[in-house]
């Protein structure tokens, strides 16, 4: 029998584990002791013990759990070593198959430079910015001269909102550009960043894209993920409500173009930043691994990914049935061990846990009550995931969602979810990425 290992925790881990399962796979996971108590542990038909929460960054940790196992497939989730070239050419070289792209192909699209690169010969458009990697303030200076403040620095290899810093005038850059080199050496080992032109009043738009091994790429509709804090994505949606149907076209053909050119082989995001005021939309980067928002994808198009990641990964390139165009309105609330003011980590042992539950609720969980949400990971507790025939209707129920859902025990954004809800610009869809700064402080949930 086909054995998977899931090299991740959390929530992320317990839902790819539920769809190996119900393919009939063995779902392996590995565990530091702080995590044994987790849903992802408990569930998994085999497990294997890790010497401490760093080793999920560990390429020759994880890849030695995975074949202790006896795993034929490594799924590496998102995160960790997901995006990890080395870590996908040591899953292979040890006789296991890598369930995602390419080394090579990581390596190239996980560069943004070289991502920009390959995206403007694929014909995508780009915001004015350097060609490449700046070396110096000076050179900093002489791009962002070209394009025109406000600019964005951002790391050549970073993610998740590190290494990211806007600079909206000459005098402020030095300063930004020796903080987010220092930022991205430390975090990423590599310190290179490019200058782009921010944009002021945009929205930050994605689409999934499933590339086949026979070449094609087939592009599932967007996602709208301008809710953010600290340029972290909290609250996500599809379709976007700020495109309309020409540009949504466009940009699912651009980036079905884009992951065919480079040879693009599984789950994959092609990030777009869509200017509010010119109408046009820019590419960004590209996430080579599934995105923590993908259940918005699977509900409006009716198709679990992770199981078509399994299929692609076993080279198999035929598509599975799904709605070709979206139904309905999905809405994903990410469910934090923070405070809802400064979104600081707020980690503690849970001593009540309700979710949500119901017509169009999924809730995809790393804890239950009794568990300890530790300093060690990022403080993701739970994804809330509604989907209704409107966007109305979505966000209603949503209301109803997070209303009747309880942590007790560590910090959480519940009250922050409940204003995003209620705030005037996200129910209008009239929001861009800087909502969040707008909204201010909130009071406590009672």
């Not at 000076?138 to 070209?146: G, H, L, V």
């Not at 975090?187 to 738009?205: L, M, Y």
């Not at 996602?223 to 700020?242: G, I, L, M, N, T």
Request: aromatic share 6%.
């Amino acid at each position: 029998m086909t054995t998977v290992f899931i090299a991740n925790r959390g929530e992320i881990a317990a839902r790819i584990l539920r769809t190996v399962q119900e393919l009939g796979y063995v779902g392996a996971v590995a565990h530091p002791e702080v995590d044994a108590d987790l849903p992802y542990v408990t569930s998994a038909d085999v497990t294997v013990g890790l010497t401490g929460p760093r080793n999920f960054g560990d390429v020759e940790a994880m890849v030695s759990a995975a074949r202790a196992v006896g795993a034929e497939h490594v799924h590496p989730g998102y995160g960790f070593l997901s995006e990890n070239s080395r870590f996908a050419r040591a899953v292979e070289a040890a006789g296991m198959t890598f369930v995602g792209p390419s080394a090579d192909v990581i390596e190239s699209m996980g560069d943004k430079a070289g991502a920009r690169t390959a995206a403007v010969k694929a014909g995508l458009a780009v915001a004015a910015g350097s060609d490449g990697a700046v070396a110096s303030p000076a050179d900093a200076a002489r791009a962002a001269e070209i394009a025109g403040y406000p600019v964005m620095l951002k790391a050549v290899a970073g993610g998740g909102g590190i290494g990211m810093a806007v600079v909206r005038d000459p005098d402020g850059l030095e300063r930004a550009f020796t903080s987010v080199t220092g930022r991205a050496a430390s975090v990423f080992g590599d310190e290179r960043v490019i200058v782009e032109r921010f944009i002021e009043r945009s929205r930050h738009v994605e689409v999934q894209v499933m590339g086949l091994p026979d070449g094609r790429a087939i592009a599932l509709s967007e996602r709208d993920c301008s809710v953010q804090r600290r340029h972290q994505k909290v609250v996500e949606e599809s379709p976007s409500p700020a495109l309309q149907p020409a540009a949504r076209a466009a940009l699912l053909e651009q980036a079905a173009a884009l992951a065919e050119a480079v040879g693009y082989v599984g789950a994959g995001t092609v990030e777009f930043i869509h200017d509010l005021d010119s109408g046009e939309s820019y590419f960004l980067e590209m996430n080579t691994r599934l995105q923590v928002e993908h259940p918005v994808t699977e509900l409006v198009h009716g198709v679990d990914l992770v199981a078509w990641q399994l299929a692609i990964a076993a080279g198999d390139s035929t598509v599975p049935s799904y709605h070709v165009e979206p139904r309905g309105h999905a809405l994903e609330l990410r469910l934090y061990a923070e405070d809802s003011q400064r979104f600081l980590p707020r980690p503690g042992t849970i001593t009540a846990w309700r979710m949500p539950s119901g017509e169009g609720i999924r809730v995809d969980a790393g804890y239950r009550e009794g568990n300890t949400v530790t300093p060690f990971f990022d403080p993701l507790l739970a994804k809330i995931v509604v989907t209704a025939p409107t966007r109305a209707q979505a966000l209603a129920r949503a209301r109803e969602a997070v209303a009747s859902t309880v942590v007790e025990g560590p910090g959480c954004n519940l009250e922050f979810l409940a204003r995003v809800l209620d705030e005037p610009e996200f129910v209008d869809a009239t929001h861009d990425t800087g909502i969040v700064e707008r909204m201010g402080p909130g009071r406590p949930r009672p």
